[in-house]
């Protein structure tokens, strides 16, 4: 169909793999682009390969329902999405490629006194943090966002929310084609359907990987591969404290602008927003078993329609358009590793489950200091795997908007 466009520049090589590199990064997402790039860039890295088994960005990072934001619980994880969210601020500027970051705000709604304490409790918090929270009254809610049902006929009445104004949406897309252009204009080599099937390792040092290309070496390798972490890192003897799950979403068909605002409920248990092409953009939580088919099943796309519907009763007759399925990477406390590895030279960044898409930045470029440095960049350290361990666990599940 674009067959008369003429001189249409590639916007990146399609490179032979080197024998040699001096960081491989595993998974080509955009966690594993922003890590190559800000590596490129920044920290003057340039001789790095990016190894992805399918095309670029085609993982969770295609799949996702773009929700970025920072009202996180614990200093950690406030710094950690905090960061982020600074850097979405100027991405498009500094990619120069517009990732059409959005800032339309979040809404999370309480139905419960419980709600209500965490939901203060919460906010209070991010405000320690700088973090823009406020909690809002039902009436506020109203104003918002004017289509949600905020009566007492509804099963579980909204009693109020927070609500975090700079939050947003993305271009999920456009963020990972816009740090893959960016980093492959810096010299990085982005090997598309090139899978790794094992590790090169002596004497408890990374020397390279495998792949169905052939051995590639380097003596930094940084693992950026989302629900197939635990396989990954089953290949290198470590085990992680990982479970892989699907999580759905659905689109609607387009309608005229409808929504202001992205609206989520723990409790009913769905959140929603409207996508700049008019679908309505709709998901819950993960579906319960373990698996690796980017499905999910019907059950699970009831009862998250159920909860839409509770919540916008006037959307019952919208039909929806498409479905599909990703594979998160839950760990216990519902936060990221970023970590060495008993492995010398051999890193882990994964575990972002059904919230990595806000991170992606803010991973992109912790993750690429800490691999430059061969020290875990501060707003990294505490989510080391170390943590297991010790017990200095980091609990966000109240945080993490979808159950799981
Ligand atoms: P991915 O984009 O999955 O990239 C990993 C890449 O590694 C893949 O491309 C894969 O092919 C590759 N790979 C795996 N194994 C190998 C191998 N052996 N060799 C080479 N390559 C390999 N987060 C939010 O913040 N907000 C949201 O609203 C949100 N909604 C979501 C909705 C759904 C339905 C899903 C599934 C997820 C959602 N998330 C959300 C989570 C978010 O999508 C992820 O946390 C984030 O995109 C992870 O990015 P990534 O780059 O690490 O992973
Ligand atoms: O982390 O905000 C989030 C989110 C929303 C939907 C899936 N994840």
Redesign the pocket.
């Known amino acids: 169909a674009f067959g008369h466009h003429e001189n249409w520049e590639r916007q990146w090589r399609n490179p032979e793999p080197k024998k040699r590199y001096d960081v491989i990064i ?7 682009l922003a890590t190559a790039y800000y590596l490129a860039k920044e920290f003057g890295v340039k001789n790095v390969a990016v ?4 095309w670029l ?5 295609a ?6 934001r920072s009202n996180y619980l614990w200093d950690e994880a406030a710094r950690l999405y905090n960061h982020s969210l600074d850097l979405w601020k100027g991405l498009s500027q500094d990619l120069n490629y517009n990732v059409m970051f959005s800032q339309r705000g979040v809404l999370n709604l309480g139905h419960t006194l419980q709600d209500m304490r965490d939901i203060q409790r919460r906010v209070n918090a991010n405000r320690l943090n700088g973090i823009d929270s406020e909690v809002v009254t039902p009436q506020q809610v109203k104003e918002i966002e004017p289509e949600l049902d905020i009566s007492n006929r509804a099963r579980y009445p909204i009693m109020g929310a927070s609500w975090q104004k700079s939050a947003g949406v993305a271009r999920h897309d456009a963020v990972a084609w816009g740090f893959a252009r960016g980093a492959d204009s810096h010299g990085v080599d982005l090997l598309q359907n090139t ?2 099937t094992g590790f090169k390792i002596r004497d408890g040092k990374v020397l390279g990987v495998h792949t169905n290309r052939g051995d590639i070496e380097a003596h930094t390798v940084g693992c ?5 972490s635990g396989v ?1 890192a089953k290949m290198a003897g470590i085990k992680l404290p990982l479970e892989s799950h699907p ?3 659905l689109v609607s068909e387009p309608l005229k602008p409808i929504l202001n605002t992205v609206t989520m409920s723990n409790h009913v248990h769905g959140y929603v927003s409207q996508s700049d092409k008019g679908d309505l953009v709709i ?1 819950a939580g993960i579906d319960g078993y373990l698996g690796y088919g980017q499905r999910g099943s019907y059950p699970t796309i009831e009862h998250t329609l159920q909860a839409i519907v509770e919540m916008f009763p006037m959307f019952s007759r919208v039909r929806m358009n498409r479905q599909w ?2 594979i ?1 990477d839950t760990c216990p406390d519902a936060c990221p590793i970023l970590s060495k590895t008993k492995v010398k030279g051999l890193y882990f960044n994964c575990g ?8 992606t930045p803010g991973s992109g470029h912790v993750f690429a200091a800490s691999l430059a440095k061969g020290e875990m960049h501060p707003i990294a350290a505490p989510f080391s795997i170390d943590r297991f361990h010790t017990g200095a666990l980091i609990d966000e599940h109240g945080a993490a908007g979808v159950a799981h």
């Open positions: 595993v998974g080509g997402g955009g966690h594993g190894i992805e088994k399918g960005g085609g993982g969770n990072t799949r996702n329902t773009t929700i970025v899978e790794v950026v591969a989302a629900g197939n990954l999580l759905q979403a998901g399925g990703g998160v972002w489950g059904t919230g990595g898409f806000k991170a």
